[in-house]
């Protein structure tokens, strides 16, 4: 709830009439008053000149970038442009549906986005399973009665491929229910303190202690799959698969016994129901793909994959893809094409953020010279950024939509400011296909925005008309012939509720208003819960959503298999041929010597990736970009708590602060991700006085997935000594 006088915010509260949110608030969106206050962020378009950045009109702004990235295509080809997405991009209506008109416009095959840095190895790894990149299982948290939580401090990010507010209430409430949470982390994180067991593990090795459960289901005879049975192929493959991966095989490398593999194992088999869940510890690792894939796998044997209390699917209420019955059996979205320079796999239309710097780099047919970010920060949150920084600055030509001048935008010739999230309605289309229950709430603006202001989509369909050769921008008649075109494709088809409507017929009920809203009205008002275009009916339309202030609850998840299964085979492929192929991989892992000092990263409650350093109310408070350290290695290294510690990997060299703690497990140091302001050139005042280090300088763009592509952004091999 946000109380506001004229342009002004005086307060940003927790509602309590909220189903889902129940009065909580995270401390990311207290800030959102001093993200709408804050004088660094860029109110009108910026343009790099030798002297530093001057403003500009909107209208010049727009034609210049268009022109100069015409001028680059024209120039190098059709594949010379590249375009970055970045993370806020997920969160935000108008960059959800209007991304990719940009992209289209750009029409070059070089996109990214930090997708790659973060659920890729969950995306491909549901597309395998289940047909669908946005199929992903969600614990049901509030039924469960057994959570494994893997790589993942829920308590600290809400969740992320669970969306759930208050997370700290419900874990608590899942223990006091008599159900047992389990944290599998190299750390003793804030989720694992509330936790009934915390077991440390080595980072990068989920897909040994996954597999190791898996294993000993086969071996002890604890198949359950239940109602599951005939859904599912491949099961004899994964018995093979998981027969060299015995508790015993895997313990010394897992540093986990096998007492406890097994006992765990027995555990998830006998509860009444169990979810597992992995986030980030498990995807941005050497592992990714296959760690993310045994998460379902366990999920499945035990039968609780789908049913109540285990791992579910949502049905969101607004959704391109679900309860479309012509969508099945499509061929999988990946390697479609490779990347030039390292030939890495498409996935989804995407390719991978490690191989950015080296299409930039690298000279020949289709090297990208122009490049596009849409609120992304790649040079802080992505492998090697200091050689991406030096990328960046070889390019042609760049431009930045994004709020601030910080240490990606600092090297574009032009920056393309947004509104502030306040300043523009919102609607959570991507992650409530991840909450923990089905339901919808639609915000407006809190506050009018700045005369003159643009939004993200309106940025975003104005170069789209410039590059695709419409007079002037017209936003309004590119947005009317995209949209007719959508709503024809979104309606009239069979087994949906809107099977008798007519395009014509939708497009006059959702009215003429460009931008995202109508969009989104299309989409509820065919969806699963929608009044199929009748107002008479019951049923959800935009109009109905507005008018539930608080959010509407549409109940806990429902069991959706076999119908929402989009594999060409119509069941759970458990044993992709690309899975199958991978798995020698990890197998040759448990040869490998002992590995020395790895780094893996920490988030923060107050930070949020790279771009909140400059609200006071976050970063006030000790220094928190410092380097965790175990006493008995502080010791043998000679670090003491409070002195510094100079960190090197294969690709970089940064400086910390040193904190001594048992909470990291021996052998292992970290380092929060997202900060690193003191590069030269940003323009961010309060977060200049608290830089911190930029960790992803240590990661390394040669070390990914292989898989998927992702990067390797935790287990990195690292020499630390005091300075
Ligand atoms: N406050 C806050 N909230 C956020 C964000 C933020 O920056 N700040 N970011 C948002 C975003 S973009 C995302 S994607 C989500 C992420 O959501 P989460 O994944 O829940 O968040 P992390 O804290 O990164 O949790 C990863 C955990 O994995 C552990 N880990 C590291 N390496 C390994 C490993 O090899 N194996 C295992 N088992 N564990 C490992 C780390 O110690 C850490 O505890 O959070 C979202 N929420
Ligand atoms: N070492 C390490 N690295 C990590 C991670 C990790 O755990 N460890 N986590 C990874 C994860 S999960 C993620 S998601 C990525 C994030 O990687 P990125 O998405 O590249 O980076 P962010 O820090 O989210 O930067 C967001 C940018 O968007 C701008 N911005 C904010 N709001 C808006 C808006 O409404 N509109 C526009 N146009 N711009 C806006 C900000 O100014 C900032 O420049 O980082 C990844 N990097
Ligand atoms: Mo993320």
Redesign the pocket.
Known sequence: MVETEGRQVLSVRGDDQDPFSRGYICPKAYALKDLQNDPDRLRRPVRRTGEGWQEIPWDEALAEAADNLLRVRNRHGGESLAI?L???CAH?LG?TLYGRVLIRALGSHQRFS?TS???LPKMISSCMLFGEQLLVPVPDVDRTAYLLVIGANPVVSNGSLMTAPAMPKRLRALRARGGKLVVVDPRRTETARLADEHVSIRPGTDALFLFALVHTFFEEGLLRLGRLEPMVEGIEEVRSLARSFSPEAVALRVGIDAPTLRRIAREIAAAPSAACYGR?GTC?QEFGTLASWLVDVVNVLTGNLDRAGGAMFTTPAASFKYGDPSRKSRSLPYGRWKSRVRELPEFGGELPAVALAEEIETPGEGRIRGLVT?????V???PDGARLARALESLEYMVA????L?E??RHANLILP?T??LEHENYDLLLYNLAIRNVAKYSPAAIEPEPGAKH?WEILLSLGARLTGMPDGDIKAFDDQLFAKMVSQAVGRAETPTAEVTAAAALERLGTKPGPARVLDLLLRGGMYGDGFDERREGLSLKRLREAEHGIDLGPLEPRLPGVLATPSGKIELAHERIVADVDRLRRSLDRPADGLVLI?R?QLRS????MHNAPSLVKGPERCTLLVHPTDAARLGLVDGGHARIASRVGEVEAPVTVSDEIMPGVVSLP??WGHGLEGVRLGVAAARPGVP??FL?DPEVIDTLSGN?V??GIPVTVAPV
Do not use: C, E, F, K
Request: no cysteine; proline share 7%.
């Open positions: 970055y970045g993370n806020p935000n960059t930090a840095v973060d659920q980030i941005t849409v609120a992304g920060n790649p802080l949150s992505t939509i994004d709020i601030y910080n990606t935008t947004t502030s999230p993200d990263g988030r949020n990736n790279s771009w991700h997202g960790s992803n990661a990067a952004l935790n």
